[in-house]
Every structure is written in C-alpha cells, then in structure tokens.
C-alpha cells in the first residue's frame, strides 16, 4: 500500500485555483468546524498560534474527514521540526523566512527521506503511515510530499528567481505583513511600494513551473491578488473571523 495521495500537490501542479483559510486557535474543535466550511485548504500555523507538536497532531486527526488539506506552518526551518511534522501525518508543509536557494534545497532534503534527502527513518512507530499499516510508506512517501517557502524580505525577493529553480519546492507563498515591515512600511501592506513588490513576486511565481500563494483577509485585496496570478490564496484567519462576528453581534444589541 502506498503513501496517501496529495490531492492539494496534484491541484497545484494541474494549476487548480485553491481557496485557503488560516486556522490560528490552536485547538482541534475548533479546526474540525472550519474542516466543514469548504475551504480547499486550511493552515495548521506552528508559527504564530500556540501550537506545539500534540496540538498540530491533533489538529491533523480533526481534519482527518474534512476535504480540506492541511497545511502545517513550522516556526522554523529546522530539520527536527519538519521531521515531527511530518511523522504526524502532515504532507504539506510552510516553512517561513526563506531568503535563498540554497536554504530552499536544503529544506527539500529535510522533507524526504535518503537517498534523495534526509528525514530519519521511524515510519513504523509514525502516524504518517498508520503505524505500520502502509506498508510501502518509506518508498512511496516522498513523491506526495509538499514543500510551499515563504519568501517575505527583501533578501526573499532578490533571491526569488533562485529559488524558483529549486527542484522540489511545489509553492512560493509570499507573506505580505513582514515583507512590508522589512521594506519600511510595517502594518502596511496596503502601500503602494510594498504593493508593487507582491505583485512582481505574483506575477514572476506565475510564470514559473512553481504556484503562487498569499493571504488577505479583505475580500478586494484577495481578489488582486488572485488576479496577479496568486493560485492558492488564503482568503481568511479563524480567530479574526470569530472576532468580527463576534463584535458585530454585540455592536448591533448594545450600539
């Protein structure tokens, strides 16, 4: 028995437009409810929720039903992290602050296992393949693996096209709210230099045999973006979500 196939992988690769949501609570409830929205794929964030290993494993059983894929986001781009997550049972990872190509090549090993890589070898004692259950996992598993990079600084975006040439790498996705603080504009993604840069970095992915993410939680902005050429684009955060609906409600009993 082979690994599981990544469904999210086979649409980025066909260039199937990929609607995402950020699930940032941290908690399994409430990434099984967002599971029943639709969304083609939501975030499992590692990076700036308060997530540890048990909760993104957690979280991962909780989507388990759910047509949307997860995507864990590790804090960081370190081997142990990428190696937890993904004996957990994620397939897609997100790995943040991505500056070159060679930190790019590097994180493409992290993911597999030799001789094209080096993830460590416990597939028997791992979720990712039922305990044992899929026989064929170590052999298998590298093929359904997915690699997204976050380019979000201006070393990111000078070193783009690099990385672009990566073999391995599925996905770039840009992260609008640092590459705006590292360009001088921080809390302004909104302004017109910063604007100017994610709609090359869109347009240059497009062009490339890798796709195209970004996230924007306003509905005009979202559009841009996927206009731009953004093909897996997260168009919502949980938490913010809740709490709009939830402001909302009391404006309109107590205002």
């Known amino acids: 028995m082979p690994a599981k196939k990544n469904l999210f992988k086979s649409a980025l690769s066909n260039g199937d437009m990929q609607y995402g949501c950020w699930g940032c609570f941290a908690d399994p409830f409430a990434m099984e409810i967002l599971g029943t929205a639709g969304f083609d794929w939501i975030v499992i964030d590692g990076e700036h929720a308060p997530n540890d290993i048990r909760s993104i494993m957690f979280q991962l059983q909780a989507l388990e039903g759910s047509d949307s894929h997860p995507v864990?986001?590790?804090?960081?781009?370190?081997?142990?992290?990428?190696?937890?997550?993904?004996?957990?049972?994620?397939?897609?990872?997100l790995v943040p602050m991505v500056e070159t190509a060679e930190q790019a090549r590097h994180l493409v090993r992290a993911m597999r296992y030799p001789p094209e890589g080096i993830r460590g070898v416990?597939?028997?004692?791992?979720?990712?393949?039922?305990?044992?259950?899929?026989?064929?996992?170590?052999?298998?598993a590298n093929q359904e693996i997915c690699l997204i990079v976050q380019v979000e600084n201006r070393k990111g975006v000078e070193?783009?096209?690099?990385?672009?040439?990566?073999e391995g790498v599925d996905g770039v996705f840009i992260g609008p709210a640092d590459l705006a603080a590292d360009l001088g504009h921080p809390g302004n993604a909104a302004h017109?230099?910063?604007?100017?840069?994610?709609?090359?970095?869109?347009?240059?992915?497009?062009?490339?045999?890798?796709?195209?993410?970004?996230?924007?939680?306003?509905?005009?902005?979202?559009?841009?973006?996927?206009?731009?050429?953004?093909?897996f684009l997260a168009v919502g955060l949980d938490v913010v979500m809740f709490a709009q609906a939830a402001r909302a409600k009391v404006a309109k009993w107590k205002g």
């Open 159 to 166: 070193n783009l096209d690099e990385i672009l040439t990566v």
């Open 192 to 231: 017109e230099d910063v604007r100017a840069v994610i709609r090359k970095c869109l347009e240059t992915i497009a062009e490339s045999d890798k796709a195209a993410g970004i996230l924007s939680p306003v509905d005009e902005v979202a559009a841009e973006y996927r206009d731009w050429g953004a093909q």
């Open 72 to 93: 864990v986001r590790v804090p960081i781009g370190e081997d142990w992290i990428i190696k937890q997550v993904l004996d957990a049972g994620a397939q897609t990872v």
């Open 122 to 140: 416990g597939a028997t004692a791992a979720r990712a393949s039922r305990f044992g259950e899929i026989k064929d996992y170590v052999q298998t």
